[in-house]
């Protein structure tokens, strides 16, 4: 490994290079080919360096990804020794590898017990553009072609390939490269900002019961599934008001719509429960899985089956034909399959249930229950999202906020922390790894990025 030497090229090299070369996600490439993005040359546990020597707490956990950490040398060692062993092979063509058997059956030992089967996928987009093949072609199988239509959210996020996109409800990615047939959607459960009048419980509900007349207006018949974030992460970090996932539940039951939870950034440990929709209460019939299944150390997604779907794919379907080429990939499977072992033997997800997750929340509370900048706190186990708000009464929003998240995210890198902005909210999901000491640096360093941003916005 030649690390020095990659560390000592010139941070601007670098930058040209990138420029010439890179389409960023998500980004102006023009504006930020003319600023220069940061180069990240080193992570170990909570900490990420750049080219420059600076060192940053991070925040985000790369993508929601990095449960364990940076730098766990017993995951680098599991794809060592499965890279030496066999380095690749597939699940076609009636073949199989212990690596991914191994995986699954951890899996499926940390799962509750309705569920039995997965495909696995190289990503969270990727889960999902299954996850429409598998729902549609379950109806096929059990007789109910009919049954096609996806139902997701507005403001969702089920990624950035065109189906998976097409799930999400982020209009500017419908704009960018279209959409495709038989997906509808209904609105978020975001009550700080659309709940007006409505308790949070009565918001809730309403929310929900747009499913229904969903539904209805649709046809049940015609209705495949319903596909939502127990709690949505790229659009900002929102929880729903507790009533909302009885009454979705509910719902799917009486029209037999399958529920589709989409755990890419919910699952693993965050909540300080397994997956997210347990913390949530409520049973899916499928869980899209990625991103904290490897702590990100390599790609590899799934989709989670529940019995009742694998048992008519099984025993009624006949060939199912789909297939990727590094489904169950051995590395990615042997990396897993140690991180999941990790997680479990090592307590993590348990200590963000019990120590560091009800920690993290209090501090947010103590910290920034009376700030003037913000109108809500939510999170749960290693999760926070602050709401920038202008008038607390009135839950009245900046005109600017988006570029309010934006300045305090960049005072953030600057007071040597990442946080993430979404339009009003500033967002933490620090690693599961993270200790009380990080944790008050992180919501420490992150209350003077959210000081600097409040004397702007004329609030301090
Ligand atoms: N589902 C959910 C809920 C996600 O958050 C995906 C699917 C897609 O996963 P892949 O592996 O294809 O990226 C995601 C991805 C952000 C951010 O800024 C979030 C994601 C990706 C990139 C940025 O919050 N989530």
Redesign the pocket.
């Known amino acids: 490994m030649n690390l020095s030497a990659q560390i000592n090229r010139r941070t601007e090299d670098y930058q040209q290079s990138d420029a010439a070369h890179h389409i960023h996600?998500?980004v102006d490439q023009k504006a930020l080919n003319a600023e220069g993005p940061r180069v990240m040359v080193r992570g170990e546990g909570l900490y990420l360096w750049d080219s420059e020597g600076k060192r940053y707490l991070d925040g985000m956990s790369g993508?929601?990804c990095t449960q364990l950490g940076y730098g766990r040398r017993d995951l680098t060692a599991a794809a060592a020794a499965q890279m030496d062993q066999l380095a690749y092979y597939n699940m076609f063509f009636h073949t199989t590898h212990p690596a991914v058997i191994e995986l699954s059956e951890l899996l499926f030992s940390l799962l509750p017990g309705h569920y039995s089967h997965v495909i696995y996928t190289n990503?969270?987009?990727?889960?999902?553009e299954v996850l429409i093949r598998t729902v549609r072609r379950y109806w096929q199988v059990v007789g109910q072609p009919q049954k096609k239509i996806m139902i997701g959210r507005w403001n969702g996020?089920?990624?950035?390939?065109l189906a998976?996109s097409a799930l999400g409800g982020m209009k500017f990615m419908h704009e960018m490269g279209g959409m495709i047939p038989d997906v509808a959607h209904i609105d978020e459960p975001y009550w700080f900002a659309h709940g007006g009048e409505l308790t949070p419980a009565e918001f809730g509900r309403r929310c929900a019961l747009q499913l229904e007349e969903k539904i209805l207006e649709l046809g049940a018949e015609n209705v495949a599934g319903f596909i939502a974030?127990p709690f949505q992460?790229?659009g900002g970090m929102i929880f729903p008001p507790e009533s909302y996932w009885p009454e979705i539940q509910r719902i799917c039951r009486q029209y037999d719509v399958l529920l589709c939870a989409?755990e890419?950034?919910g699952g693993f440990g965050r909540t300080g429960e397994w997956f997210a929709h347990q913390h949530f209460g409520f049973e899916p019939d499928t869980l899209?899985i990625?991103?904290g299944l490897t702590s990100g150390y390599l790609?590899m997604?799934g989709l989670v089956l529940s019995k009742r779907i694998a048992e008519a794919l099984v025993e009624q379907g006949g060939m199912f034909a789909h297939g990727l080429t590094y489904s169950g990939h051995p590395v990615a499977a042997a990396v897993a399959l140690a991180n999941l072992k990790a997680l479990r033997d090592e307590g993590i997800v348990r200590q963000v249930k019990d120590d560091t997750g009800p920690y993290l929340q209090q501090l947010l509370h103590e910290v920034f229950g009376n700030h003037p900048m913000v109108g809500e706190i939510q999170g749960t186990g290693l999760l926070g999202a602050l709401q920038f708000v202008e008038d607390k009464a009135t839950r009245k929003r900046f005109a600017n906020e988006n570029d309010l998240a934006w300045q305090c995210r960049t005072f953030g890198f600057e007071e040597g922390v990442i946080i993430?902005s979404?339009l009003g909210r500033m967002i933490m999901a620090p690693a599961l790894v993270a200790t009380r000491a990080e944790l008050d640096e992180l919501v420490d360093k992150t209350r003077i990025a959210v000081d600097r941003t409040a004397r702007i916005a004329g609030k301090l």
């Open positions: 996600g998500f993508l929601w990503s969270g987009s990727e889960a999902n996020y089920h990624g950035s390939t998976a974030e992460g790229a989409d890419v950034i899209s990625a991103k790609p997604g993430r979404t």
